[in-house]
Nanobody, 112 residues
């Protein structure tokens, strides 16, 4: 059974940075793509960033140049480095992998 556990969320002032982490268990991590999604209050869940098993990355237009997704296959970890945060980035951030596998989410709140 695949389990994803996120951490690293919190409260930060606008312009600040956070790094989210997600640890995966129960899967051959190095062979799977990993994704970060977010859901703001009253909005649909949206894709933020993706990284393939080979390390290719993709980003939502709204975070390009500010967020960086990376992975450490030796640790079964995927990260989301978030810089220049703004109030529009306030959301619950979820780790996801294909097969409808979601983490429990971690709250990110950016104050203006």
């Amino acid at each position: 059974q695949v389990q994803l556990v996120e951490s690293g969320g919190g409260l930060v002032q606008a312009g600040g940075s956070l790094r989210l982490s997600c640890v995966a268990s129960g899967t051959i991590f190095k062979m799977i793509a990993m994704y970060w999604y977010r859901q703001a209050p009253g909005k649909q869940r949206e894709l933020v960033a993706a990284i393939t098993s080979g390390g290719s990355t993709n980003y939502a237009d709204s975070v390009k140049g500010r967020f960086t997704i990376s992975r450490d296959n030796a640790k079964n970890m995927v990260y989301l480095q978030m810089n220049s945060l703004g109030p529009q980035d306030t959301a619950i951030y979820y780790c996801y992998t294909p097969g409808n596998r979601w983490g429990q989410g971690t709250q990110v709140t950016v104050s203006s």
